[in-house]
Structure formats: C-alpha cells, structure tokens
C-alpha cells in the first residue's frame, strides 16, 4: 500500500474552518508554498466529498514548478459531488470513489496495485479521523496558524489522538508563519 500523508491545518483553537464567512486558505504564502512542494512529492491526493463540496478544491501542484500533477482521489459514498466541481472539469485525472468504495484498506490496495506509492490525505476532519482510527497513517504534518476562527469548526485532533493513532512527534519547524509538527508512525521513527 502507499506510504500516507496528512496534512491538517487548523487556526490556534484547533478549528480547520471558519464557518462564519465563504470557504478561504488562513495560512500564509510561505506555507501554501510548501504545502505545494509537499504535494508535488506525492504520486496522489486524496479528500472527502466533504471537501470538494464545500472548497471545490483543485489539488494541483501550481506554486512552484512540477512536471507532473498528483492523481486527486475523492471518497464519496453517497454520490455527492458536483458536476461542475473544478476538479471534474480541468483536464488533470481524478478518481472519484462512489459507490464502490468499501473500506480505506481496499482502497490503499487498490492505488498500491496502480503504483501510487505515496498518498497525500488533504480532506477535512472526517476524513483524516477515519485515516487514524484505522491506523492507516504514516506521517502527520499539523499546520497551527496564529489566526482565530470567528465560528470555527473544531478539528478533535490533537496530540492524544496523534499518538493513539501509533504517532509520535519528530519535529517542529516554521512554514512562513506557521509552526508546523511533524509526526511520524512510531516504528518509522525508532527505525531510523
């Protein structure tokens, strides 16, 4: 299966939403910057319908210089997506799980049998919940911005649920203005 990344990026409260106002990014350009670098290492990125419903998300590599875009993956059970969500009508490959999708380990199998071998989870809450309670994740990159959420919406993730998902924390550093932790699966980690 692929190796799993997340990345989750929440205001200084925990929330990953401000739902008071339309759909906008509240981290800096320098972290947006390297939230793209991130993703140009990945072979896919994967959200909810969630997601894609509420941002229209493009999940392509545009800020800095990639010479091939990540396949976007989008788990929608219930056949929610918009037909004329950006990532449908772009040109770029994108899987949209309906209702065959059955279970996040089928799925991994399945990219794994298509060669992805690094797969870059951007969804929101729910899915990135999903992604841990199964034990599925790899390394957790957790953005914390500085800005405060007028109505935010809580992520519930927090440093107890990183580590109960079999994480431990690497590293800290500073993407533009935020502070980013670094988590990787604990086995990973004595590994090195």
């Known amino acids: 299966r692929p190796m799993v990344t997340v990345k989750l990026a929440v205001d200084c409260n925990g929330s990953v939403d401000d739902r008071s106002e339309s759909p906008q990014r509240f981290t800096s350009d320098a972290c947006l910057d390297r939230v793209h670098q991130l993703r140009n290492e990945c072979d896919a990125v994967l959200v909810g319908v969630e997601t ?46 309906g209702e065959e999708f059955r279970s996040l ?3 991994l199998n399945l990219l794994g049998d298509r060669e992805i071998q690094r797969l870059m989870v951007e969804g929101g809450p ?40 079999g994480l431990m924390l690497k590293s800290t550093e500073a993407w533009g203005e935020e502070r980013v932790e670094h988590w990787v699966r604990s086995s990973v980690q004595e590994g090195q």
């Open 105 to 107: 380990p089928a799925l």
């Open 52 to 97: 894609v419903v509420r941002d229209d998300p493009l999940l392509t590599v545009r800020r800095i210089p990639a010479t091939r875009q990540p396949l976007r993956i989008v788990v929608d059970p219930n056949q929610r997506i918009p037909r004329k969500a950006a990532l449908l009508n772009d040109g770029n490959e994108t899987l949209v799980m």
């Open 126 to 165: 729910t899915t990135i919940h999903a992604f841990l309670v199964a034990n599925l994740v790899d390394e957790f990159y957790f953005v914390r911005s500085k800005v405060k959420h007028a109505v935010g919406l809580p992520s519930q993730i927090d440093s107890v649920s990183l580590t109960a998902a």
